[in-house]
């Protein structure tokens, strides 16, 4: 099973920042914090990862808390094309488990 | 998009019929996997490879085999296909070089939608 926990669904106005949390409270000292989306029916895609400072890059920034028992993916400026499920995933090679994630509404 | 090739991308095919699915890379990841993704239950890893002839079992992996007998290349079979293993299948690439690219996250490829009837 998935070691983390995400809202099912979450929605967000166009242009406005979307906010996804996600609990990983059984992270250990190694492991690392991943973030996909999928969009319909394609394969995932990766969006970015972190191990415990913050991390940003063209798509978005990951907030990862101090106790690294939680993160937050922030897509800075939501557009339609947004609409997607996200996964966090907390893991390493061979060990990456997806949970159903939460699927993001961007609203005009 | 990483270079990952699914082959077929649509199958349908008898229950009791073998079936094999191929994922080729052009990016001579080292790690390969073969996900499976059903409604309700998301990605589930089925089986994996950390290199030429080195694979592993994921968590669903009953009724599957793989072999992996080339870097490029990373085959999934069903030796007996069931109506349980219609889903859509997805391969995915990490690179693993050394200890600064241990973590590098997955690339999936676009799937395999396999129909057994």
């Known amino acids: 099973d998935a070691k983390t926990t995400q809202p099912t669904s979450m929605d967000c106005a166009e242009g406005r920042a979307a906010n996804l949390p996600c609990n990983h409270s059984t992270i250990s000292g190694n492991e690392y914090v991943y973030w996909y989306r999928q969009i319909h029916s394609q394969g995932p895609q990766y969006i970015i990862h972190?191990?415990?400072n913050n991390e940003t890059n063209e798509m978005a920034s990951l907030i990862i808390t101090e106790d690294r028992k939680s993160s937050t993916l922030i897509l800075p400026h939501a557009t339609l094309r947004d609409t997607a499920v996200y996964y966090c995933?907390?893991?390493?090679?061979?060990?990456?488990?997806f949970g159903k994630g939460t699927k993001l509404s961007v609203k005009p | 998009d990483a270079g990952i090739t699914q082959s077929p991308r649509h199958k349908v095919t008898e229950t009791g019929t073998p079936v094999t699915l191929r994922c080729h890379q052009t990016?001579?990841?080292?790690?390969m996997y073969w996900y499976r993704q059903d409604p309700g239950h998301g990605l589930r890893l089925i089986h994996y490879s950390y290199g030429v002839k080195d694979t592993d079992k994921g968590e669903v992996s009953d009724g599957y085999s793989v072999s992996r007998s080339k870097t490029e290349d990373f085959l999934l079979t069903l030796e007996s296909a069931t109506s349980s293993q219609t889903s859509v299948y997805f391969c995915?690439?990490?690179?693993?070089?050394?200890?600064?690219?241990?973590?590098?996250?997955?690339?999936f490829g676009n799937g395999t939608r396999l129909t057994v009837t």
């Open positions: 990016e001579n990841h080292r790690y």
């Open positions: 995933i907390e893991g390493s090679q061979g060990n990456l488990i």
């Open positions: 995915a690439i990490s690179e693993y070089r050394d200890r600064a690219t241990y973590n590098s996250p997955l690339h």
């Open positions: 972190g191990l415990k």
